[in-house]
Structures are given as C-alpha cells and as structure tokens.
C-alpha cells in the first residue's frame, strides 16, 4: 500500500488503514471454491451421503457405508429428480470440462443427480416443464410444474426446510404417501440443525399431484414432503491455510469477527470455525 499511495497528499489513506477494525469480504468463489457440492440427503430416517466434488459427475451414494444404486431406490431417485427439474441452472462443458450456467446450488443439485446416471436434458425431455413460481426471498422456495411421461401433472417444490415443511400435510415414503405427524416434523428440523451446524446448506424437497384445471398459485400448498438435500461450498485451499489471529490477538488489536448470511443462522458459524475465525 505505501508503494500504491506513495504520493504525499494519499498517505494518509495508509495511516487509516492501520487503525481498520472490520474488513468484509464476500464468501461464495472469494473464501470459496465457488463449486457447491452435494454431501446428503435426509430421506425419512435414513441418511444418504455422496461423494465425489466439484461439477463431474462421478461419485456415489451410500448408506450406513454401503452402496446404494439410485435406479433401485425409488425414495432416493424422486428426492434428486426434483432437485434437478426443480432448477434454472446448466451445466455445459467447454473444452471438454463443465461450465456452469446460472446459480451454484442449482448446479449442485444437477450434478448430484447426473451421479445417480440421467442428465438433466434426459429428465427435462421426460418430464417437460410447463409451469413455474420463480423463488423468491419473500417465499423462499421454487416451484417447477411438470408432465409426466403418464400424462399426470406434478408440481416439484425445493426451499427452506421451515417452509416447505409447513406447506406439506404428508410425507412419501417407499410404500405410499403417510400423514406427516407432529413428530416427523420435529424429527426433520433437528435433522435441519444439524445439517446446518456442519456448514451445510440445506434445502427441502417435496411435490404434490395436480388435478386436473389446477390453479398455478394453489401448487405450493398440500405437499408430499420427500426430504432434506444438504451441501457445501469448499474452501479455497489458500484461504484455508491463511493466518488467522487468535481471537485474544484479535480482541487487543479491537478486530471483530462477524458473518452474515441469508440461509441457516447456524451455517455461518460453522463455516467461520471451519476457518478458524
């Protein structure tokens, strides 16, 4: 800095940029990787985690440690369809390395389900969309209405668990849709906590069949809860191993450590301890 304001009359830009207390920097792509990756998926009681990073798609699902096959597990299969179809986002490649196109929890999602073997052009050509509330931060979640391959109409829903949770009257299970009790929604925001308190992002999935001369504003209500999608953008590898002053080095020289951000309350926090601020 004294080389960038070494003239006379910008030195004192350095003298008050010794006396600085906060400094703010942008987290997602800065701090990060800017590659969101999906880590689990909460489905009922059973925790599905995945491999693999980045934007290829190769990893696999596992649960208790043991290989799970997509194509076999219908609750698995439906959960990462409408994170998929449920997305504005692309991923094309160039120069034969993926590039994505739109936002990164969306490309998260694509990515996850093109492990489990369909591409999102394979789903989209399926089940083509003819439909859609965009997301917005009032709403907080989005909705996607499709045509099966049946000619039924369905409408996919992903946003913040609190959300989509109290907009769903039953939950899917593998042997049909059940009643969603009192206790299952318990269960799924403890689950929320502690996805959240590991710096995961979470996201909740659910759907609902539409009748026949649907209203589009009625398709976010009376939904089939499915589950919890939950992951997490890595961090730089020299944002990592950056120095960091210690909280008591940090207090003397009157420095404040703060996060800020619109998902979770906890996830911030987790990620700070992750990078020891």
Not at 84 to 108: H, K, N, Q
Not at 229 to 239: G, K
Not at 266 to 273: A, F, I, L, M
Request: hydrophobic share 35%; charged share 25%.
């Amino acid at each position: 800095m004294a080389l960038t304001y070494s003239p006379k009359r910008r030195r004192d830009r350095v003298s008050r940029s010794s006396s600085t207390t906060v400094i703010c920097t942008d987290k997602t792509g800065t701090l990060t990787q800017n590659e969101m990756t999906v880590r689990a998926l909460q489905l009922g009681t059973r925790r599905v985690e995945v491999t693999g990073g980045g934007h290829a798609a190769s990893g696999e699902f596992r649960v208790g440690g043991q290989r799970v096959d997509p194509a076999r597990d219908e609750h698995l299969a439906l959960a990462l369809r409408i994170g998929a179809l449920c997305s504005d986002a692309r991923i094309d490649r160039v120069d034969g390395r993926p590039a994505v196109l739109g936002d990164p929890t969306e490309a998260a999602l694509i990515v996850a389900a093109a492990k489990a073997g369909p591409e999102q052009t394979a789903l989209n050509r399926d089940q083509p969309r003819i439909g859609e509330i965009p997301f917005s931060s009032e709403a907080q979640r989005m909705v996607t209405i499709h045509r099966t391959p049946d000619g039924t109409t369905v409408a996919y829903v992903k946003g913040a668990p609190r959300v989509v949770l109290e907009a769903s009257r039953r939950r899917f299970t593998v042997a049909g849709e059940s009643p969603l009790t009192p206790e299952d929604r318990e269960r799924v925001l403890a689950v929320n906590e502690e996805l959240a308190g590991r710096a995961l992002r979470v996201l909740a999935l659910a759907y609902r069949l539409l009748p026949d001369g649907y209203d589009e504003r009625e398709a976010a209500r009376d939904l089939a809860f499915v589950g919890l999608i939950a992951m997490i953008d890595p961090l730089r590898v020299e944002a990592a191993a950056a120095p960091w002053p210690r909280s008591s080095t940090r207090s003397a020289r009157g420095l404040k450590a703060g996060r800020r951000s619109p998902g979770h309350s906890r996830t911030p926090g987790s990620w700070g301890r992750s990078w020891r601020v």
